[in-house]
């Protein structure tokens, strides 16, 4: 593991419904998915898109990330093209046990990371019987 | 840019030498962009984009999650050097994997630039996951503005 060679992932068309209303790219984010007993964590490459590109939003259960990339990489002309620039989706379902207001997104040298805090079980609850 | 040595001029001028330079355009163009549809196995990491104006040339490189510390840019003569390692992003101990798509492991990759450089004029940062390297042009190889006198 410490001495692998990278590898060049190509990188995903999105593929779903809905056709973007910008003639801009779509790829779909490599995604590490984790869990602890405390949180699941979500960590997604986004090379290119800043802090402020980034939204997620929680709705319906369902968990959108999506990364704007800023602009300014391309200058004078072009000699050699390998990769393309576009906006990163993607979608996941988000388990119900999930404490979905405190969810923390960081974001540093082109990772995303979510962190999905759980909600710890409910302690059982003892209800006293009042006496009439 | 295309670039007519004298050499490449037929001394006389043959029916054939337009069909010829067509051939040849249409070979440098496939060439060109030959690489757009072969993704995959020749491709080395990180992958690069390549501009230039007159005064530099500006290598672009995705590395997302590979901490400035871990990258190594050299220049050797006419040749870019891009070396580094990516670290596991961030995992702890005691966890378990849903999915794992993002890689780690170590990279280098060696470019030719198209140009000589000034070697004490290279620039690397990382902003966002995204190399940049400027690499000014050395001087005899800028284009040189020639003043037309009159008279």
Redesign the interface.
């Given at each position: 593991m410490k001495d692998k060679e990278l590898q060049v992932q190509p990188k995903h068309h999105v593929q779903q419904g809905g056709e973007p209303t910008k003639p801009e790219k779509q790829f779909v984010p490599a995604v590490d998915i984790y869990e602890t007993d405390k949180a699941v964590t979500v960590v997604a490459e986004m090379p290119g898109v800043a802090k402020t590109g980034i939204e997620v939003s929680l709705e319906d259960g369902v968990l959108t990330m999506t990364g704007e990339r800023h602009n300014g990489l391309e200058k004078g002309a072009l000699l050699l093209r390998e990769f393309d620039a576009g906006r990163y989706v993607r979608r996941f379902t988000v388990s119900e046990n999930i404490d979905q207001e405190h969810i923390k997104a960081t974001m540093v040298h082109g990772m995303l990371t979510l962190v999905l805090p759980k909600i710890p079980p409910a302690s059982p609850r003892r209800i006293e019987v009042q006496g009439g | 840019m295309a670039i007519i040595r004298f050499g490449d001029r037929p001394f006389f001028r043959s029916p054939w030498s337009e069909f010829e330079r067509m051939r040849r355009d249409m070979d440098a163009l496939l060439q060109y962009w030959g690489?757009?549809g072969g993704?995959?196995e020749a491709?080395?990491?990180?992958?690069?984009?390549?501009?230039?104006?007159?005064d530099?040339?500006?290598v672009?490189g995705?590395?997302?999650?590979?901490?400035p510390e871990n990258l190594d840019v050299s220049v050797e003569g006419e040749t870019l050097i891009i070396k580094g390692e990516?670290k596991p992003?961030?995992?702890?101990e005691?966890?378990?994997?849903?999915?794992?798509?993002?890689?780690?492991?170590?990279?280098s990759r060696a470019v030719t630039l198209?140009t000589k450089v000034n070697t004490d004029r290279v620039e690397a940062r990382?902003v966002?996951?995204?190399l940049?390297v400027t690499l000014a042009k050395a001087e005899e190889v800028k284009p040189r503005q020639v003043e037309i006198k009159i008279g």
């Open positions: - | 690489g757009e993704r995959g491709m080395v990491y990180p992958l690069l984009n390549i501009f230039e104006d007159k530099s040339i500006y672009y995705e590395v997302p999650g590979v901490l990516r992003w961030q995992a702890g005691d966890v378990s994997f849903h999915r794992r798509e993002i890689q780690s492991g170590t990279f198209p990382v966002d996951g995204i940049s």
